[in-house]
């Protein structure tokens, strides 16, 4: 499907039918308070609708429906081949719906429609079929044993999980967390983020008409202290995957230890180094790994390569080509398919990104910023692809996730130094390293202690490979691959006792 004209994409903008309830036992409710907040186009500052403002209330209504649903086993007890054939239909209404679904997504959150039409989308779509293809593949084990007795592994479905998601890739986050815990058989209570929830709801539609059963997927619009605190406290959630910031990955630690010890699974920040050695081939394709890597979706993304640790003896002339690169990454409408920038995914984060740029001494590639507001009221922003070199790597912006469109150059004289600063960070997601020297390569693959590292590339490797981090970036489980299984269900051993009765006397 080819992208659109930017006047065909105003107006399948004009003429959306959003919704507006929460999405909870099958089909859409207000909130039980009355309440709503307005959702806003980050790139226009335009009211885009009022949403059902959940709290605490609505989470114990909707985890009464989901334990229902779990216990009578609508869903959790069907054949691996049905709930795949469901998540499959799910996956043509997606593809059924792609346009509309790009179109509110972009919208709401600020990304172009050329990102949400050519990666959320699809990948969206890729992830769930993987996961529904994946699970009537999946064997259970019998454990070595002797003649009179036989030991089962099983894997069940953990129960009602809590997904805590956060704004920068809202329909394929909520993919990476539903795919495999309603392949498994759980029954999910969603917590989109406040500014990006029109796309999880749409897509709860889309699962109840593919035949998904009533209240297997809730979707609970609302703040993180009035409906992700709630979750994460429940005594009736099994467990919690979250994306998003460590300082709040953290909390539901307490949460967890303060309720009911629920399994807690985290993917949060990074600052992810990218090292350039002097042997590094191609320069210029390397630039545009780095620049891709650091600015694709704003660097509104955790794995984004925000640290470009780069040799002396390469350093001007890899500036140089990343500054022909960046060119590329143009600022705009993000309805208009030729944007490559779009608009910041709010006024909070906008003024965030801007206050670390007011901190940069040295910008040597873009830097502008420009406001957006509309009716007196400020609503989010737009940044400039911009590289600022460092005095070192204890500088705030070295340490700190900027989470925009920022990449902080700090120049090296050789390998050891170069791993040692990648290392010196509390985060460990991602990482890349850019040398021609194949030993060189997979030593610092080794030596780089994070989730993932490319070599010669940026990327987050696919569906099939697992994304999580080390240190502070992650926490009890991996997205993606069937590794993403083991965070939605729990072993049980069951030892059946084969021995003949008159063999053997049990006291
Ligand atoms: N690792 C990642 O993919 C992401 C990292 N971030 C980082 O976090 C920074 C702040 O962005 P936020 O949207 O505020 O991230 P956040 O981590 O606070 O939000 C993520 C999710 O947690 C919820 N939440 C917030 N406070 C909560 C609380 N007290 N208890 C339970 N749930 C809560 C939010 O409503 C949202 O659904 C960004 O500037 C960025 O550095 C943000 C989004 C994604
Ligand atoms: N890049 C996918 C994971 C994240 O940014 O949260």
């Given at each position: 499907m080819g992208l659109l004209t930017k006047d065909e994409y105003d107006s399948i903008a004009a003429n959306l039918d959003l919704p507006t309830g929460a999405f909870i036992d099958g089909g859409y409710r207000p909130a039980i308070s009355g309440q709503v907040f307005e959702t806003v186009n980050p790139a226009t500052g335009a009211v885009l609708t009022n949403i059902a403002a959940c709290g605490a209330e609505d989470v114990d209504f909707a985890v009464e429906k989901a334990r229902e649903a779990f216990e009578d086993g609508?869903?959790?007890?069907?054949?691996p081949s049905d709930r795949k054939d469901v998540l499959i239909r799910l996956c043509k209404l997606i593809t059924r719906n792609a346009r509309e679904l790009a179109v509110i997504e972009s919208i709401d959150s600020g990304k172009t429609i050329y990102d949400c039409e050519t990666v959320d989308v699809p990948e969206t779509i890729h992830c769930l079929k993987w996961h529904a293809e994946a699970i009537d593949k999946i064997y259970d084990q019998v454990s070595p044993a002797s003649d009179d007795h036989i030991a089962m592994v099983v894997r069940e479905p953990i129960g009602v999980v809590g997904l805590v998601l956060p704004w920068n890739f809202p329909l394929l986050m909520l993919a990476w967390k539903i795919g495999p815990a309603l392949a498994a058989g759980c029954s999910v209570v969603v917590k989109p983020a406040m500014e990006t929830t029109l796309t999880a709801l749409r897509l709860a539609e889309l699962a109840m008409e593919a035949?998904?059963?009533?209240?297997v997927l809730n979707i609970l619009p609302g703040g993180g202290a009035e409906v992700g605190e709630p979750i994460g406290r429940h005594m009736d959630i099994d467990m919690v995957s979250f994306t998003g910031s460590t300082v709040t990955g953290k909390r539901f630690l307490s949460y967890s230890a303060e309720s009911n010890a629920k399994e807690v699974v985290l993917e949060m920040g990074g600052k992810n180094p990218a090292i350039v050695m002097e042997d590094a081939e191609n320069l210029d394709r390397v630039a545009a790994h780095i620049v891709n890597g650091a600015f694709w979706n704003m660097g509104e993304n955790c794995s984004a390569s925000s640290r470009l640790i780069v040799h002396k003896d390469v350093k001007a002339e890899l500036l140089e080509r990343i500054a022909h690169h960046t060119k590329q990454w143009n600022i705009g409408d993000?309805?208009?398919?030729?944007?490559?920038m779009g608009a910041l995914v709010s006024e909070a984060h906008y003024t965030k990104v801007c206050g670390y740029l007011d901190q940069a001494e040295n910008v040597l590639i873009g830097g502008k910023t420009d406001a957006v507001s509309s009716g007196g009221k400020a609503a989010g922003g737009f940044v400039e692809a911009t590289v600022v070199e460092v005095p070192g790597n204890d500088s705030t912006l070295a340490r700190e996730e900027i989470f925009g469109p920022v990449l902080s150059v700090i120049e090296v004289s050789g390998y050891d130094e170069a791993i040692s600063i990648a290392n010196d960070t509390e985060y460990g997601l991602c990482a890349s390293i850019f040398t021609s020297n194949a030993k060189r390569a997979i030593r610092a693959a080794r030596a780089i202690r994070a989730g993932t590292v490319t070599v010669n590339s940026f990327g987050e490797g696919d569906i099939s490979t697992p994304f999580g981090g080390y240190k502070q970036s992650g926490f009890g489980g991996r997205d993606n691959s069937l590794h993403a299984h083991d965070q939605y269900t729990q072993l049980k051993t069951i030892w059946i006792d084969l021995a003949d009765d008159e063999d053997e006397a049990v006291d």
């Open positions: 609508r869903w959790s007890k069907t054949h035949g998904l059963p009533r209240s993000p309805l208009d398919p030729e944007t490559r």
